[in-house]
């Protein structure tokens, strides 16, 4: 497979004046956040006439990327619909390059559970996410990826391993992988296996995007929070992947704007330099 050059992008979640003076010059590729951009009328959500002009500005500047929280792909009852409703008005507004979702759900039976869950890995789980996926592939004419999550629970029994499943769902349903560095930590320490032998089994030739993110710790669990700089080694993983992994376009740092007031632009800024350090 020919090696495509992978080049630094960030998240943007909500309006932020400083976003677009301080960190914007400095990134090629902008990640947004439907869930995050929209506001609530009534029984349905929308994003802002406002927002998207400002989506429009942006894409003048940088290529964007769409990275779903709340579609809820592996609810064994329904998806939420609503969020392909915030995802046509990007579409329709500004282009995007590909988009994402994250490989969890985060309702059952129509009630949020308050965070993401990862899914059982089992072929009924497998089975439901490929055909779903199949549909998204069906209905937007772009790359699809899904993201490896953060379980926070004990690890069930299951019929396949984390990498095998992720493995398996590329091939049966046609998408692309988002690897989530910090995630891969949070889970290896979590859940007491080695990040390298995951890396081991997992396709890397299928991940099209990266992402790298700092959180905190509680009661012994890494929690997957963005609200940090990366930690030494989590970007440390990140020349030994991509050396590995040829397709990656984009290496995403995250960060929610909630930190802000600690984190500061100054220091996101840093943070995607010294990211386009390694990646010289």
């Known amino acids: 497979m020919k090696r495509v050059k992978a080049r630094i992008g960030t998240s943007y979640e909500a309006a932020d004046p400083a976003f677009v003076e301080r960190i914007l010059p400095l990134v090629d590729y902008v990640e947004l956040i439907p869930d995050t951009l929209a506001v609530r009328e009534g029984r349905r959500t929308r994003i802002p ?17 769409v990275h779903g929280v709340g579609l809820s792909i ?10 392909f409703q915030l995802l046509d008005q990007i579409l329709e507004t500004v282009p995007v390059a590909w988009h994402s979702e994250h490989l969890a759900f985060t309702h059952v039976d129509g009630h949020f559970t308050g965070t993401m869950l990862a899914l059982p890995r089992t072929r009924e789980a497998l089975d439901l996410v490929a055909r779903r996926t199949r ?59 080695a990040a390298a032998d995951f890396l081991a089994e997992l396709d890397l030739s299928r991940v099209r995007e990266l992402h790298l993110a700092g959180g905190t710790e509680h009661s012994g669990l890494m929690l997957d929070i963005h609200s940090r700089r990366t930690r030494d080694t989590t970007r440390q993983l990140l020349p030994e992947v991509l ?26 800024a840093d943070e995607i330099e010294q990211l386009e350090t390694l990646l010289a």
Request: charged share 20%; net charge negative; with cysteine.
């Open 49 to 65: 006439a406002r927002t998207l002009r400002q989506l429009e500005s942006m894409a003048e500047q940088a290529t964007l990327i």
């Open 243 to 268: 050396a590995r992994a040829p397709a990656v376009e984009a290496v995403i740092y995250e960060v929610m704007p909630e930190a802000l007031p600690v984190l500061g632009h100054p220091a996101w």
């Open 74 to 83: 592996g609810s064994a009852d329904d998806w939420n619909e609503d969020y």
């Open 135 to 193: 549909r998204i592939l069906a209905r937007y004419p772009l790359p699809f990826l899904l993201e490896n999550t953060v379980n926070l629970l004990p690890d069930p029994p299951a019929e396949m391993s984390e990498a095998a499943f992720l493995n398996r769902l590329a091939v049966e349903s046609g998408c692309g992988l988002l690897l989530d560095l910090y995630n891969l930590e949070c889970n290896a320490h979590n859940q007491g296996y």
